[in-house]
């Protein structure tokens, strides 16, 4: 009998709730690693050939919504002998395991916080290279997926450990909702107050971080419709986001790719992710931005939450990745 390909989560059965995980977590040492960093644990006959080339396919593919190339991720590869040997790896943030063995089950085996915290593990036990090449097709939206939620989990620890309470406290009390600040955001004076608006910004020599925050009574299911929430964007923007020049403002940039994709987001039952690139009409500013367009837990409220990056000098992946672990960070119940 051929070997069945099947999935399991197995550290996801044993978890009944978000807060039972936070809780384990407080126990286990923070994880390491930097950011959209994957430590690969597969020996140089697996991870060589066809193996090799989808491997790195799935990691390092291209981040949608970036103006310059940049992977997904930044693969790290050891021996799987050094996992097992080796304290320091098995501290890391994400790994992933590749194991071929004939006596192996075929199956994927997700588990979260295992060593450290937050940590996601990818266990895959494919008894030939073909069938672990079968599995990485398979699951791989699922093992990106729970990558990114330790991700934008691991920011929001950091960020929450040098909050800025007055910041949290006044976007609960205008929205409704907790959201996780660093001390080294503002909130940004517009011309005008808005009850369903807020800009709330960081600003180094180097770069510029925003969040964009837009609510609105849920009316129907077109306002998740992809023309419709680049309209809503370019609204708000062009409302409330002045450029540096006279006359400037931010807006979305429709002469390239924008992504929008169906995704989870903790404590809403549908919510939409846009990515793309934004400019400034009237002005050469410009870079890249995700929105998550949300139904509220009570399914009366939309909430669109926008992060930007500018930084004209620097890679813009990991800068990113803050925002979305800002806009990842929305709580009802905080």
Partial sequence: MKHGVTFMFAALLL??????RQNEAIMKKSSSGK???VLLAADKATYSGDSKALIDSIFREPQAGLPQPEPRFDLVNIPVSSLHNTQMFRMHRNIVLCD????????????HD???????MVDIAASSDSALQSLLRRYEKVIKREIYKDEHQRIINAFHNVRNVEL???VKEKFGFGMTFSEDFRWAQTAEEDPEFAWIHKETKDFSLGVLVHTMPYRDENQFVPEKILNRLDTMMRHYVPGPAEGSYMGTERRFDIEHNKVDYEGSSYCIETRGLWRTFGDFMGGPFVTYTLLSPDGRQIVEVTGY????????????MQVEGICNSIRWDE
């Fill in 100 to 111: 071929v063995n004939p006596e192996n089950p075929d199956k994927v085996y997700i588990s």
């Fill in 15 to 20: 978890l009944t709730a978000c807060h039972s």
């Fill in 114 to 120: 295992k060593w450290a915290a937050p940590q996601t």
């Fill in 168 to 170: 949290m406290k006044r």
């Fill in 309 to 320: 990056v500018y930084c004209p000098r620097f890679d813009k992946r990991d800068y990113l």
């Fill in 35 to 37: 950011t959209c960093e």
